[in-house]
């Protein structure tokens, strides 16, 4: 469908364009890898297409994205750290010195350094890897915070207002536009059920019991990059949706994808847990990196798994309710695939919430 040829061609990559493929799973981008010829040498560099669907501002998001890459730089080679260029995404400027470059449909397109002998997961493996990839994550906050200058912009509105998302969700079932309804009432009915734990942290947050900070956003497994070697969690990426939120929508996020030893879109949801050795997993890493938190932020840690896993069920659920037009789906019930592993995980979750706190009076 485009041109990726040409649209790398916008890029100052001083090589020869070889090959062009999609590449990874993630619900939002396109996400391309680049094969060049780098004066004899083949290597690879991500190319990827800014969802101006889901972000209607691409422009700001990439001067956020410029501007947490280049901080993140800054720290690692402050501290001298051998291999700086692995650990945070290095945008490759356009030939106009931009950030990203515009296509004849205007398009925003972003170049990255391939971070190579490392890799994404889309499914957990190891408590070992929840370690990591909790470390990673909560770095990734400390060094958001320390940013300098303006607050980031924020890219999507009241991202993670699951108070909002809520009405919208209510609101999708009201107008029933391709009168799905009626087949998935008893979802509906589920989450309807759940309204009151929707506004315990939009309310906390505005009444001032809960600190705003700059959150990632979007702490899902495959948003992070793991070394193929050590198995060190290096590089977070991902970072359109980098703005101010709060640390429970980051912890809740790796909950949601890294304690189930089922894929989101499982169809047999009898597979679908919260194993807690890999919650206490994620405690460990998380509570020795973000070491910032406030009594009520570390009280409400296990709540944000169910948080998260709630307000992802219901966003799927609202798109399948309106004909499948913001997550990327790969067949026609998908999204309600993906509803269900949720309502699966948050009812595990539930099962489980005394123990998981005292797994976090324990840290
Ligand atoms: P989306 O917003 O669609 O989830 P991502 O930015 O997460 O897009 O990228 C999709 C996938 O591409 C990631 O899960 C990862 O596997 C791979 N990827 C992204 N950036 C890089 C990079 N700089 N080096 C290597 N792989 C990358
Ligand atoms: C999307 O882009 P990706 O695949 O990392 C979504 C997240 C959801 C996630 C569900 C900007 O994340 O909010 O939690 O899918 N990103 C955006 O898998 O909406
Ligand atoms: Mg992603």
Redesign the pocket.
């Known amino acids: 469908m485009f041109d990726i040829k040409k649209i790398a061609r916008l890029f100052d990559l001083r090589a020869d364009y070889v090959c062009g493929a999609p590449?990874?799973?993630?619900?939002?981008?396109d996400?391309y890898?680049l094969d060049v010829d780098q004066a004899g040498l083949r290597v690879h560099y991500?190319l990827?297409r800014v969802n101006s669907n889901v972000f209607k501002q691409p422009i700001p998001l990439m001067e956020n994205v410029r501007r947490v890459t280049t901080e993140a730089l800054r720290v690692l080679q402050e501290e001298d750290c051998k291999e700086a260029y692995r650990r945070t995404?290095t945008l490759i400027p356009a030939k106009d010195g931009k950030p990203y470059a515009q296509d004849e449909e205007e398009n925003v397109w972003r170049m990255?350094?391939?971070?190579d002998r490392a890799?994404?997961y889309d499914m957990i493996e190891s408590p070992a890897q929840c370690v990591e990839v909790a470390r990673a994550f909560g770095n990734f906050q400390k060094l958001a915070a320390n940013l300098p200058g303006e607050p980031l912009f924020e890219t999507i509105p009241d991202f993670h207002n699951t108070t909002k998302r809520f009405e919208t969700f209510r609101a999708a079932v009201t107008a029933d536009p391709i009168g799905r309804v009626k087949t998935v009432q008893k979802e509906i009915d589920w989450f309807m059920a759940r309204e009151a734990d929707c506004h315990i942290v939009v309310n906390d947050l505005a009444g001032g019991k809960l600190p705003l900070r700059v959150t990632h956003n979007d702490t899902k497994l495959?948003?992070v990059?793991l070394d193929d070697v050590t198995g060190e969690g290096i590089c977070v990426?991902?970072l359109?949706t980098t703005m101010p939120g709060s640390s429970l929508y980051d912890f809740g996020d790796m909950i949601r994808t890294s304690t189930s030893p089922a894929a989101e879109d499982e169809k047999d949801t009898s597979k679908v847990t919260m194993r807690m050795e890999y919650f206490e997993a994620l405690a460990k890493g998380y509570c020795e990196a973000a070491t910032f938190l406030t009594p009520r932020e570390k009280e409400l840690l296990p709540f944000s798994g169910k948080l998260l896993t709630m307000e992802c069920g219901m966003r799927f659920l609202t798109d399948y309710l309106v004909g499948d037009t913001y997550f990327k789906i790969h067949r026609p019930e998908h999204n309600l695939d993906r509803t269900r592993t949720q309502i699966a995980l948050v009812e595990s979750i539930e099962n489980q919430m005394d123990a998981m706190m005292e797994v976090i009076a324990r840290c």
Do not use: E, F, K
């Open positions: 590449y990874g799973s993630g619900h939002i981008n996400t890898r991500i990827q995404l990255y350094t391939y971070i890799r994404t495959n948003n990059m990426i991902d359109d």
